[in-house]
């Protein structure tokens, strides 16, 4: 049984950090690509970020573009997310997910797996 659990959201002022973590079972993590992609209050899931199975690869919106860092842990079955200079549009529920594939990483369909999400609040 496949389990991706997000950690590390909260209630943070604009221009501090927050570091997401997602952990990983059931899967073959060092296999899968990660992605992390965002929902805000009466908005479409959006992608943010997305790293290849060694991490090669890695991939960010425009808009987190410089301010947020993906990498993985593939010893720890783990992906994070290092979000910094948060802004108030950056608040939403933050989901990770898992992908067998290489392409079309920035797309929701990529994605076997899905985290239940972590609440991340950027006040102004």
């Known amino acids: 049984q496949v389990q991706l659990v997000e950690s590390g959201g909260g209630l943070v002022q604009a221009g501090g950090s927050l570091r997401l973590s997602c952990a990983a079972s059931g899967l073959t993590f060092r296999k899968d690509a990660m992605g992390w992609f965002r929902q805000a209050p009466g908005k479409e899931r959006e992608f943010a970020a997305a790293i290849s199975w060694n991490g090669g690869s890695i991939y960010y919106a425009d808009s987190v573009k410089g301010r947020f860092t993906i990498s993985r842990d593939n010893a720890k079955n783990t992906v994070y997310l290092e979000m910094t200079s948060l802004k108030p549009e950056d608040t939403a529920v933050y989901y990770c997910?898992?992908?067998?594939?290489?392409?079309?990483?920035?797309?929701?369909?990529?994605?076997?797996?899905w985290g239940q999400g972590t609440q991340v609040t950027v006040s102004s």
């Open positions: 997910a898992a992908s067998p594939t290489v392409q079309a990483l920035g797309v929701r369909q990529a994605y076997d797996y």
